[in-house]
């Protein structure tokens, strides 16, 4: 078993109802990118954000959209769940390919438009971020690997994003 394997294998060993129903809420809250969504389209409401909310959303939907329809069927990364199908999964099991984690890449996306805005949100965006992308792995959806990928390309679209909408930080 490889080193990714076996550290998935540990967190399930050390399951416990408090940890499940925490890890499920942050695995929902990444859900279709909802919550990032929302807060983009909240900013958009304000003249004064709504450039930060415009590059929110184009962030997390070309990280989406790079992540699912180009990475994934590329890759084509079978899950842990997959691999490992005797694991009881707490949430229905994804039949998408695994890497890269589009939870994360949202998540991390949206983490870094909003430290740009201001870094109080976005320290706050980036722990939502890592709850939501160590969900993932607990409830053996994901790989680190496909984690650590997701993490890297929502940085690296919403770097590009920010560049080429040239918005100043508002700290």
């Given amino acids: 078993m490889n080193w990714e394997a076996s550290f ?5 060993a050390h399951r416990s109802v408090f940890m499940d129903s ?3 809420f942050f695995t929902h809250l990444g859900n279709f990118g909802v919550i990032w969504i929302s807060i983009g389209i909240l900013l958009c409401i304000k003249a004064k954000y709504r450039k930060y909310g415009i590059a929110l959303l184009i962030a997390i939907g070309s990280t ?3 992540g ?9 990364r079978p899950r842990p769940c ?8 707490l949430v229905p ?7 890269p ?3 994360s890449a949202t998540s991390f996306a949206a983490a870094v438009v909003l430290w740009k805005l201001n870094k109080h949100f976005g320290f706050f965006a980036g722990i939502v971020a890592v709850l939501i992308a160590f969900s993932r792995m607990y409830l053996f959806v994901h790989y680190p ?11 690296f679209c919403a770097l590009l994003t920010l560049h080429f909408l040239r918005l100043p930080s508002k700290n």
Avoid: V
Wanted: net charge negative; aromatic share 12%.
């Fill in 8 to 12: 998935l294998m540990s967190l399930q």
């Fill in 22 to 24: 925490f890890m499920i």
């Fill in 64 to 66: 989406a959209l790079i």
């Fill in 68 to 76: 699912n329809f180009i990475i994934k069927p590329i890759a084509m």
């Fill in 82 to 89: 997959m691999d490992f199908p005797n694991i009881s999964l």
């Fill in 93 to 99: 099991a994804p039949t998408s390919w695994s890497f």
């Fill in 101 to 103: 984690s589009s939870h």
């Fill in 145 to 155: 690997t496909d984690i650590l990928g997701g993490l890297l390309l929502g940085f």
